[in-house]
């Protein structure tokens, strides 16, 4: 049975940083795409970042202060959060295993066959 773990979420001032961590078990996603999505109360789910081998996606809206890396001796993907603001308040859940291929598959929360049960992400102005 696949299970997806998050950790690392918490509260934290605007233009601080938090590592969110998300630990896979019962198959390898080495050569599969790993990402983060969030979700703030009222709107729909939303693609944060996505990495496999050298590939990396990110939204526009974290382009530039998130940073996703990954472990796969661990079997273990990071998101780094640094300058976070008050929009990133959000449940962030952790994605594993794509149903395709390509930049719009690996972007679009359909995408993923596994997913954690997400972790809060509170940022205090």
């Known amino acids: 049975q696949v299970q997806l773990v998050e950790s690392g979420g918490g509260l934290v001032q605007a233009g601080g940083s938090l590592r969110l961590s998300c630990a896979a078990s019962?198959?390898?996603?080495?050569?599969?795409?790993m990402g983060w999505f969030r979700q703030a109360p009222g709107k729909e789910r939303e693609f944060v970042a996505a990495?496999?081998?050298?590939?990396?996606y990110y939204a526009d809206s974290v382009k530039g202060r998130f940073a996703i890396s990954r472990d796969n001796a661990k079997n273990t993907v990071y998101l780094q959060m640094n300058s976070v603001k008050p929009e990133d308040t959000a449940v962030y859940y952790c994605?594993?295993?794509?149903?395709?291929?390509?930049?719009?598959?690996?972007?679009?929360?359909?995408?993923?066959?596994?997913w954690g049960q997400g972790t809060q992400v509170t940022v205090s102005s």
């Open positions: 019962g198959r390898t996603f080495s050569s599969d795409f």
């Open positions: 990495t496999r081998g050298v590939t990396t």
């Open positions: 994605a594993a295993g794509l149903r395709g291929s390509g930049r719009v598959v690996a972007t679009i929360a359909s995408g993923y066959d596994y």
